[in-house]
């Protein structure tokens, strides 16, 4: 169903209109549209994109319509959500643990074709399952994900969990392939990765696997990991992540019938919403805002990421003297802070207004409902995204949009 969403010129605007005491996304769908396209020109194979960063439903058709169809889904849910709203579109199963109820109807209601796996039994457990519910293993492809080192440069790496090792991800294509199914290979080489040569170092580890197997694959999956520059990191070009993947994976020489693929989330959305929120006390060098790490600023206490932050006032002038500020989540527990401050002036007060960049990813996705506080409130916005300085512009006339 479509709905109506309030659309203003930017996150000021806003505060001039509404007055707002709970926290706001501000959707910006031109800056989504742009990366997108991004990905969609310069990726040299297929691209996905990875639900869980924030599945949102405007987020999501803001992607559909800039022409991401193939989806990275890690759930039932997820893959109920695309495949009951949009009628074109793929999903990929890419958890590498899943229940057989789940492969079950994945298969037999959403006719889902591709399944990573990193261990023997969850090949077999996904065998027994799509017999079961009529399927041809001859349409199965079976991705196995492999390990790859820790990459410098990345605030998380994601091969503590997954992933199998050369020797064993080679048996588990040989064993596929002998019972009818097609083969493909993914990795991940990190979140948040600013390093291109982390593709490079997983693409040789793919090499390695590829021969020792002796299998031909159906796709290659490079995983995520694509990076956005935040106040403390600066990420390099995507074009030169594009460009290192392109070189990495002729240097393999799989044939022009392997499908290359990627899960970008955080580079696909993070720059396309803020968060406003509102400052409800200010006790000296620390302020009380009603959005914090039980919230949608979660992941800034498990990567180390520190998003741009404004202030916004309508009602008076501004200093020009900055101040780093503690900044205080608004549930009872003490845990609630977050790990970096915030640059702001230094007469902020009670009242203001703080609007937080590059949270379009892992931000309303991750957020719970504890002490009672959640942000779900999405506006439109028209503007680019916001820098660090202090601004305010006259609000244009507020436009209600059918998106």
């Known amino acids: 169903?479509?709905?109506d969403v309030r659309r203003y010129a930017d996150a000021a605007a806003v505060v001039r209109a509404l007055e707002p005491s709970y926290p706001i996304f501000c959707l910006r769908p031109d800056v989504i549209h742009d990366v997108a396209r991004r990905f969609l020109e310069g990726f040299p194979g297929t691209v996905l994109y990875a639900l869980k960063c924030n599945p949102h439903?405007?987020?999501l058709r803001c992607l559909y319509e800039a022409g991401v169809r193939h989806f990275d889904t890690a759930s039932l849910p997820e893959i109920a959500q695309i495949a009951e709203t949009y009628e074109d579109a793929t999903c990929y199963f890419m958890h590498p643990v899943k229940g057989r109820s789940v492969i079950k109807t994945?298969?037999?209601v959403?006719?889902?074709?591709?399944?990573v796996v990193d261990h023997p039994d969850e090949l077999e457990k996904i065998l027994q399952e799509t017999a079961l519910a009529d399927g041809d293993p001859g349409e199965l492809v079976i991705v196995v994900r492999i390990i790859t080192p820790p990459a410098e440069g990345t605030a998380l790496h994601l091969s503590s969990k997954f992933g199998a090792n050369p020797i064993e991800a080679a048996a588990i294509l040989q064993q596929a392939q002998a019972r009818g199914c097609a083969t493909g290979i993914a990795f991940h080489v990190g979140s948040q990765c600013c390093y291109p040569e982390a593709f490079t170092?997983?693409?040789k580890i793919v090499g390695e696997v590829v021969e020792m197997a002796g299998v031909k694959l159906s796709c290659l999956d490079v995983g995520g990991g694509f990076p956005v520059s935040y106040a403390n990191v600066e990420a390099p070009p995507l074009e030169d992540f594009f460009e290192t993947i392109r070189q990495g994976v002729a240097a393999l020489n799989l044939g022009p019938d392997v499908e290359i693929l990627c899960e970008p989330g955080r580079a696909l959305v993070a720059e396309g919403c803020s968060l406003l929120t509102q400052v409800h006390l200010r006790k000296e060098s620390q302020l009380y805002i009603n959005d914090g790490i039980y919230g949608s600023l979660s992941e800034l206490g498990m990567i180390g990421i520190e998003p741009p932050a404004r202030l916004i006032r309508f009602d008076g002038e501004v200093s020009e003297t900055q101040e780093s500020f503690t900044i205080n989540g608004?549930?009872?527990d003490s845990i609630d802070v977050l790990p970096c401050q915030f640059s702001l002036p230094d007469d902020v007060r009670e009242g203001d207004w703080i609007e937080i960049d590059r949270m379009?990813?892992?931000s309303s996705s991750a957020a719970s409902h504890f002490n009672g506080f959640y942000?779900?409130?999405?506006i439109q916005v028209g503007d680019a995204p916001p820098e660090l300085e202090v601004t305010f512009e006259p609000p244009e006339t507020v436009i209600e949009e059918t998106l």
């Open 1 to 3: 169903m479509r709905k």
């Open 57 to 59: 439903p405007l987020i």
């Open 106 to 108: 994945a298969r037999r």
């Open 110 to 115: 959403y006719g889902i074709r591709h399944y």
């Open 201 to 203: 170092t997983a693409l």
């Open 330 to 332: 608004p549930t009872c």
């Open 360 to 362: 379009g990813a892992y």
């Open 375 to 378: 942000a779900e409130t999405f």
